[in-house]
């Protein structure tokens, strides 16, 4: 009876047709780039990114920025972002959108062969194009923030009632997310700081418990879902080991000249900032 079956038919219809099946996207074709893309590893989220590289000779106006000016992004797990990348591609330039100019460069959906899994043959995989952040920099440190108080929901992925309430008494609850309505998932070359917390909470870990790495890994991974935004802000504008710094060429030249070098493995500065 209505409205119960108009519902049933609709919810029916999305679970066999997502939207983004429906969605008309911009089709870049692979024959500028070279092939097969190589994969790139994942920065706290579940979505892969795959290496583009334009050919040799190129015409493109992005292709004579950079060879790299392009990132893919797998489409398997991030199909609902294809609609908002599109939609404000077509707003781009008009009045009232002025804020879309911000946001990252967006090409279209390019099916290419990539190596998805090592020792196996490439295989074809539908890429998002985004714009390359790493693209000109020797070491790019990068930010990976999951917004929403709530970030599991039943039925979104594949994801079960059961999955989501977990997820959100846990995972929601104990991080950042019930705190500020937003975490950290990801830190792209991280500070030294940073990384001496992280290697203090796994070394006690393993001190106490026989814990794999797969679970030292979800324990830094926890550390940075902890942070709040001054936090991680703070380590986000953190300089002092860049190779530009004072601080570095202090480093440097302090562990040439540090009396206590190899003693225990350990140098007086080092203690001095592990302190």
């Known amino acids: 009876p209505q409205p119960y079956g108009s519902r049933f038919r609709s919810f029916f219809a999305q679970k066999f047709r997502g939207r983004s099946e429906k969605l008309s996207v911009t089709e870049v074709s692979p024959d500028c780039f070279e092939s097969p893309m190589p994969a790139l590893g994942r920065s706290g989220g579940t979505a892969a990114f795959f290496k583009v590289v334009y050919k040799e000779g190129a015409t493109q106006a992005e292709a004579q920025q950079s060879r790299l000016y392009w990132i893919g992004k797998d489409l398997a797990r991030a199909k609902d972002e294809v609609d908002f990348c599109e939609k404000a591609k077509h707003l781009q330039g008009n009045p009232d959108w002025e804020l879309l100019q911000w946001m990252t460069p967006y090409l279209g959906v390019c099916r290419a062969l990539c190596e998805v899994r090592a020792n196996m043959p490439p295989s074809k995989v539908d890429l998002m194009l985004l714009r390359n952040g790493r693209d000109g920099f020797r070491t790019c440190r990068m ?3 999951k917004i929403g108080q709530v970030t599991a929901v039943a039925g979104w992925q594949g994801k079960s009632a059961f999955s989501a309430w977990v997820q959100s008494n846990t995972v929601d609850a104990h991080t950042n997310s019930a705190g500020q309505g937003f ?3 990801g830190f792209d070359s991280p500070p030294a700081a940073l990384r001496s917390v992280e290697d203090l909470l796994t070394e006690a870990s393993r001190a106490v418990s026989a814990t794999s790495e797969k679970q030292r890994k979800k324990l830094r ?8 935004a001054a936090q991680f802000l703070g380590h986000f504008l953190d300089l002092h080991d860049s190779s530009g710094s004072s601080y570095a060429g202090y480093k440097k030249d302090k562990k040439k000249a540090d009396p206590l070098a190899g003693v225990d493995g350990a140098s007086a500065l080092t203690r001095a900032e592990t302190q």
């Open 143 to 145: 930010l990976d923030i």
């Open 183 to 185: 975490r950290l998932e």
């Open 221 to 228: 991974r926890f550390n940075l879902q902890r942070q709040s």
